[in-house]
């Protein structure tokens, strides 16, 4: 099941990056009016669910390493798998960026960091203050941070995660919580998904239809609810935000258990190892290929390059998981954070 979640959302936020010249002064054809119920659906929607739903079973997730203490030990392993791979990428697109100026094209990486400001390009790498020049490796970041403040409290916020998850909520409608998390959903959701392990609940059973459907449906009314009421106010919108990928995911967990024991199950199961590569390399092969083929943003060429652009992504990721195999273990680690695995070759037999 997790399998499927992994994969189902990863092939959908990266259709939250692939609308490449959005903001330009001309714009893409997802921009028109015939068509913008296209970034609806696949980007606010889709993409935006996905976000969400990786965060809460990640914070489901991490409850067993941090029951067994050592939070030090856990830290340095979720740095080694967010942090030095976000950073490798960050610094891949920064090359990219340099070689696309001396080329006469101009990326938007380039407004991102000052010479005369060190601390611009420390952000640009890390994100340690301010944004990065890969945006959508803003998720690891926030991830990373939060994981490490959970870890270093956990003794003390497991036994009152209700309240705690209240102060997190608050903060979050109030936007108070940058710049050490920058997007306030993430932690959110990860106690969320903390909450619901160390009470023993199963992700099976969250994603029961039974469950899952009347939390969505209640999300949504909830959201109805709040546009009643005009979204002008900023903790209105946030909390009509909270509210639906709350329901967003009660769907996606739902979605990942009706694909167990599916054949689209055993297809998640092959793609799942090279996911996480797809989501840290697409932006950077999408936008190279972009550049290559020379597509017209406004044309019906590029709404198709739209649409396929996870099959892409997922399509790079496992050509570059067959390189990583014959190349020495650090290098993969730099580059997704852990060696790939090899496959031990079976014994002869007579």
Wanted: aromatic share 10%; glycine share 6%.
């Amino acid at each position: 099941m997790i399998n499927s979640l992994r994969v189902f959302c990863i092939f959908f936020m990266i259709y939250a990056h692939a609308d490449l010249g959005k903001g330009g002064e001309a714009g893409t054809i997802l921009q028109s009016d015939s068509l913008a119920w296209v970034s609806v659906i696949w980007v606010d929607l889709l993409s935006r669910a996905s976000v969400a739903a990786l965060s809460f079973v990640s914070g489901f997730l991490i409850v067993r390493s941090l029951d067994r203490g050592r939070p030090g030990r856990f830290i340095r392993g979720r740095a080694q798998v967010l942090v030095v791979p976000m950073i490798f990428w960050n610094c891949v697109f920064i090359v990219l960026a340099v070689l696309a100026h001396l080329a006469g094209v101009e990326s938007s990486a380039g407004g991102v960091w000052q010479p005369e400001d060190p601390m611009s390009m420390v952000n640009a790498v890390t994100g340690l203050a301010g944004p990065m020049v890969a945006p959508s490796l803003g998720f690891l970041r926030d991830l990373f941070v939060t994981s490490a403040i959970i870890a270093l409290a956990w003794p003390w916020i497991r036994p009152v995660l209700p309240a705690v998850i209240a102060v997190v909520l608050a903060a979050a409608l109030f936007d108070a919580l940058e710049p050490v998390v920058f997007r306030p959903s993430i932690p959110f959701f990860m106690l969320a998904g903390a909450y619901a392990r160390s009470r023993g609940w199963r992700l099976t059973h969250l994603a029961s239809p039974r469950l899952a459907l009347p939390v969505a449906a209640a999300s949504a009314v909830l959201v109805l609810a709040l546009g009643l009421h005009g979204l002008q106010n900023p903790q209105l919108a946030e909390a009509s935000n909270l509210a639906k990928r709350a329901g967003l995911i009660a769907l996606v967990l739902c979605l990942a258990a009706q694909l167990a024991d599916t054949r689209a199950q055993a297809f998640c199961d092959r793609l799942a190892p090279v996911s996480y590569l797809a989501y840290l390399s697409h932006v950077r092969v999408l936008s190279v290929l972009f550049f290559l083929l020379a597509i017209d943003p406004g044309s019906s060429a590029f709404l198709a390059f739209f649409f396929l652009a996870p099959v892409i992504g997922f399509a790079a990721a496992l050509v570059m998981t067959q390189i990583l195999a014959v190349l020495p273990p650090w290098v993969a680690r730099f580059v997704q954070g852990k060696a790939p695995r090899r496959r031990t070759p079976r014994p002869a037999t007579a």
